[in-house]
């Protein structure tokens, strides 16, 4: 944590924080098991999506329509922005023979920060293009704002900006399809968004916690073994995801084969990136003058300071508990939401 000059009781209140909360994921999973109708429900069926309807489709036309609406409570200066990356040619679209999968924004401090997709028409891939987005506008902004010394930023900011514009396509689409009454599509958002907050948030801290774990057991001179990992994993599933679940025991062995693990400790700051980001976008929505903050303060400073600095200038101290708090707070609505929404007659 030292090479990014995080404080540890980050760290510890990321752990301690969403421990205390546990019971709102385990409520989450309750809430599966009465969707689905369920006696038993088992970790693989968490992928299942609730919303058992024709899933939403966008073209790339409709989609860029959609990102830069969503984007709007940004002000006139971020949309310019994000149009120049439809018009001036950042966006490489769709698959291709030869073409990597996945998605990235990538580029040098003197070229345009270029993205990659590989676009299909669903509502993860707009969530992918307003997410590269939210990467390139980091970069386009921190580089116009400082030279090559600090043109770049650390990796615990490094998903704040992209998260940060996933929330606000999700508040943009949420509202439109209530404005619609098109109850489907509006489950179809909430569903997308608590699956986030599963995948980023509480899976990400389980991980944390695990490699918090067999760190220390390293550091007092302790031997890790393969029993000892495998148990130790398999008592956080169960801690984690709580009694609504059927376990089988070949999930203590998943551990093994999560690649993060075997390289930089970083996987904590998706959980606090997610929730900082989360925070920033409730900030934006109350109040313009919010985003005009995020720009200045967070989105065009770089390197300039400490990245935990950085981000209490722009309004987000995550020394503290708040930020994590209220994003699972957010969480728990969701739940409520859609459970009345979903059993409503």
């Known amino acids: 944590m030292s090479n990014n000059y995080i404080p540890e009781e980050v760290y510890d209140n990321l752990i301690d924080t969403v421990n205390k909360n546990l019971h709102v994921l385990h409520k989450y999973h309750e809430l599966q098991k009465k969707v689905f109708g369920e006696k038993e429900l088992r970790l693989y069926d968490r992928s299942v999506s609730m919303v058992d309807s024709e899933p939403l489709e966008f073209d790339f036309e409709t ?4 990102v830069i609406e969503a984007v709007k409570c ?3 200066d971020y949309v310019k922005n994000i149009k120049k990356a439809f018009e001036e040619r950042w966006i490489d679209i769709r698959p291709n023979k030869g073409k990597r999968s996945g998605a990235y924004s990538s580029g040098g401090y003197n070229t345009k920060p270029y993205i990659l997709l590989n676009y299909d028409d669903t509502l993860n891939s707009v969530h992918t293009l307003i997410h590269e987005l939210g990467h390139s506008m980091h970069s386009y902004y921190t580089r116009k704002n ?18 940060c514009n996933e929330a606000l396509l999700s508040d943009y689409l949420y509202k439109k399809y209530k404005k619609e009454n098109n109850k489907n599509a509006m489950l179809t958002i ?29 550091a007092k001179g302790e031997v890790l073994t393969a029993e000892y990992l495998n148990k130790l994993y398999y008592d956080l599933v169960k801690k984690y995801h709580g009694n609504a679940l059927t376990y089988d025991d070949e999930i203590m062995y998943e551990w093994s084969r999560v690649p993060h693990f075997y390289y930089n400790y970083y996987v904590y700051q998706y959980a606090t990136g997610f929730s900082a980001a989360r925070a920033l976008s409730s900030l934006i929505l109350e109040n313009k003058e919010n985003a005009k903050k995020y720009i200045e303060e967070f989105l065009s400073k770089g390197n300039s300071n400490y990245p ?16 994590i708090t ?7 609505k969701k739940i409520d939401e859609f459970e009345k929404l ?4």
């Open 308 to 323: 935990i600095e950085i981000l209490k200038n722009a309004g987000v101290d995550m020394r503290g508990q708040e930020a």
């Open 74 to 76: 940004m002000g006139e």
């Open 342 to 345: 979903y059993f409503e007659k």
């Open 63 to 66: 989609a860029k329509n959609m």
């Open 190 to 218: 909430l569903n997308h968004e608590l699956s986030s907050y599963v995948g980023t948030l509480f899976r990400q801290v389980m991980f944390s916690e695990f490699e918090y774990k067999i760190n220390t057991m390293l």
């Open 326 to 332: 209220r994003a699972i707070r957010e969480f728990d």
């Open 146 to 163: 400082q030279d090559k010394t600090y043109g770049s930023y650390s990796i615990f900011v490094a998903e704040v900006a992209s998260t």
